[in-house]
């Protein structure tokens, strides 16, 4: 059968398009975060993408339906072709967004970007204040850096948008991290609980907070919510609680293979950005078209419906909302991809999860000591 007749034959089958294409540019990065959702073994993806393939991918893309397109890493701006390809995302008609620590941007570069056209721009901060950033994320310079480009991200007539990972060393501070923001004018924060993926998960104990320290920061959050609204203040927080404490499991990507397309830097194509850990093989774009990944790939096609779930997931009504929770997360936990996801509290695995907690109440590392995210030899291997 021809790729564009299979193609046509899952369409009609009522698989919807990706609507969102996460471009992951570089595993390259100057950070070294311990919570980094890179795979453990980045360093091993050395053949990036060119400029002309990505190029092809976002028409590809495009041509399919999807509208949002991310860019992301690693540090984007590590690609000195981004704003040519901000510009062409721009032309094809995408709503873009730069996923970024802001290392390795000044005024051009943010006049540069937005001449192409880029619509959004997403900073990351590591704490509240100068020390602990370095500590988290190995670079003493980092912070400072970060406060003067979110500014001239602000100057420059883009809304401010911050993300903060949120972890057991920093989540007491984080009346200080909220003040910070505020004080720099922010407009939205995501206050965002770090998830166990990547290097998060081999720091897992040493990053998970405890539920005390948890409700704490919930109800600081809220107080400032209060605070902002009484002083007239629009600047949106949102608290994202970590999945080891949450009531029920999220539906991960919207569901595997439903709305979101990861294209990793060497062109592998995912249903999202943790996926190439699994045990299974994905295509790569750089031998099939994304529109045949998309629809007629087995990888995409695994876990969509629900007629690979086992039990408690088949005969549970939660299932057509949260799709069994996150395949990723079920695999790291139980080695079986296909398991219900140990958050749900219906999983015969969910023991792992509280095992988790009580193992992170007693774990004495202290924020130095966890292992950072693996320096990459990054200037030598892109072909851009
Ligand atoms: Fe969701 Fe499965 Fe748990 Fe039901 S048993 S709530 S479908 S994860
Ligand atoms: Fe991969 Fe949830 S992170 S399916």
Not at 301 to 324: I, L, T, V
Not at 342 to 355: F, K
Request: some cysteine; charged content about 25%.
């Amino acid at each position: 059968m021809t790729e564009i007749a299979r193609s046509q034959t899952s369409e009609a089958h009522g698989i919807g398009a990706p609507l969102w294409l996460l471009a992951e540019l570089t595993y390259r990065c100057p950070l070294q975060c311990a919570y980094c959702s890179n795979p453990l073994d980045f360093a091993a993806y050395r053949d990036e993408l060119t400029t002309g393939e990505w190029i092809d991918i976002m028409r590809q893309a495009r041509a399919m339906g999807a509208v949002q397109l991310g860019f992301s890493g690693g540090e984007p701006l590590v690609r000195r072709d981004l704003e040519t390809l901000v510009g062409e995302a721009r032309r094809l008609g995408f709503y873009t967004n730069l996923i970024t620590s802001a290392l390795g941007l000044d005024e051009a570069r943010i006049m540069a970007l937005r001449e192409a056209g880029l619509d959004h721009i997403q900073i990351s901060l590591q704490a509240g204040d100068a020390d602990m950033a370095a500590a988290v994320a190995g670079s003493p310079k980092a912070h400072a850096k970060k406060l003067a480009m979110a500014r001239a991200v602000k100057a420059a007539g883009y809304p401010m948008v911050l993300n903060v990972v949120l972890h057991r060393h920093n989540i007491d501070d984080l009346d200080a991290i909220i003040a910070l923001c505020d004080s720099l004018g922010a407009d939205a924060v995501e206050l965002a609980n770090c998830q166990m993926y990547g290097w998060a998960q081999l720091n897992r104990e040493g990053l998970l907070p405890s539920r005390e320290q948890l409700e704490v920061a919930e109800a600081t959050t809220a107080r400032w919510r209060e605070r902002l609204a009484a002083k007239g203040r629009d600047m949106r927080l949102l608290f994202v609680v970590p999945d080891y404490y949450a009531e029920r499991p999220k539906a991960c990507m919207g569901g595997w293979g439903a709305i979101f397309m990861t294209v990793a830097p060497d062109g592998a194509v995912l249903p999202c950005h943790s996926a190439r850990m699994l045990p299974m093989s994905f295509p790569n774009v750089r031998e099939r078209r994304l529109r045949e990944i998309w629809y007629d790939s087995e990888p995409f096609n695994r876990y969509r419906g629900d007629a690979w779930m086992r039990s408690p997931c088949r005969d549970c009504d939660e299932r057509k909302r949260d799709f069994g929770g996150c395949r990723c997360q079920a695999y790291l936990l139980t080695g079986d991809p296909a398991a219900t996801d140990p958050v749900c509290e219906y999983s015969p695995h969910h023991g792992l999860i509280e095992a988790a907690r009580e193992a992170a109440s007693t774990d004495p590392r202290r924020v130095e000591q966890l292992t950072p995210r693996s320096v990459h030899e990054s200037q030598v291997f892109c072909r851009q």
